[in-house]
């Protein structure tokens, strides 16, 4: 009777990991699309530093974007140059350099992606309109997406590396 009823659990883990990232992906679309179709309204001002908390908004928002920038930059840049290093080693090494490097570069890029959300959320705070909203959504959606997958490979990493969190081999 366990069994089946771990069996069942199995089935319902099995499609809940396709039906989440499907709903994901078609919600980005729709929300995509509304975006394309509407044009952005803004709101009036209605406190009389907002000029002066737009301008220093403004810089922050610049920063925040130029770091999601450099950290998605320097983690493709550094992914590259890994790649190529580990080319030449034997297989088995090649595999683990490789999977080391993928994981790498996903966390890389959801710290990349949390700066662009907090360029987004700045830009929402001083000027909020609906095109910022979708896209502060959309960007969330992806940021939810890549967590998901990236949780994935890691769990997969781990069952193909034995039990327990994978650690790969430091760099030498």
Not at 19 to 39: E, F, M, W, Y
Not at 62 to 70: P, R
Not at 135 to 157: D, H, K, P, Q, W
Request: glycine share 6%.
């Amino acid at each position: 009777m366990t069994d089946q009823s771990s069996n069942g659990t199995h089935k319902q883990e099995h499609w809940l990991s396709f039906i989440l990232p499907v709903a994901i992906i078609a919600g980005l679309v729709a929300l995509l699309t509304i975006v394309a179709d509407r044009p952005s309204d803004e709101l009036q001002p209605i406190i009389p530093q907002e000029e002066w908390l737009n301008t220093v908004a403004g810089y922050l928002i610049i920063a925040a974007e130029a770091a999601a920038a450099l950290v998605i930059g320097s983690a493709v840049i550094r992914a590259t140059i890994s790649y190529i290093a580990h080319l030449l080693e034997p297989m088995t090494k090649q595999i683990d350099s490789t999977e080391r490097i993928r994981l790498r570069l996903g966390h890389m890029l959801n710290l990349g992606l949390e700066f662009a959300m907090g360029s987004d959320i700045l830009r929402l705070a001083v000027s909020p309109s609906t095109g910022d909203v979708i896209i502060l959504f959309a960007i969330v959606l992806l940021r939810i997406l890549l967590n998901y997958f990236l949780e994935r490979e890691i769990r997969s990493s781990a069952e193909f590396c034995g039990p327990g969190d994978f650690v790969p081999p430091a760099e030498e």
